[in-house]
């Protein structure tokens, strides 16, 4: 496979950065080490780092991966209610509570050396 007429490569979304900048120093590493790494190869594939020939190889692997995800939020199990009656829990209000945790004027900080 080749660059698409946009100058960018299969499942490239971001413009490639520098050789030294950070972030490709990590994902290029981490995908050196760990070929299977989910979040280096999504990362190498958007920005476009890698070989054009590497990157259709890798993107259809993340788009496989994202499609098996769903992609989706799932709805959750709603609880069901006991048929019993349903208390209240009480709570203690704690605002008549002073923990004697103010300042006066003189006790601020750095004053302790004057």
């Known amino acids: ?12 979304k971001f413009p490639t950065p520098t050789p030294g900048f950070g972030d490709r120093v990590f994902y290029e590493t981490l995908l050196r080490q760990r070929p299977d790494s ?26 496989k991966r994202k499609n098996k995800a769903g992609g989706g939020v799932t709805p959750t199990k709603k609880a069901k209610k006991s048929g019993g009656s349903s208390k209240k829990k009480r709570v203690v209000s704690d605002v008549g509570y002073d923990a004697d945790m103010q300042a ?11």
């Open 1 to 12: 496979m080749a660059v698409t007429v946009d100058g960018l490569k299969p499942g490239q």
């Open 38 to 63: 989910a979040m280096a190869q999504e990362w190498c594939v958007s920005y476009g780092v890698l070989h054009a020939n590497e990157a259709a190889k890798i993107h259809k692997v993340v788009m």
């Open 104 to 114: 006066g004027g003189s006790e601020g900080m750095g004053t302790a050396a004057l």
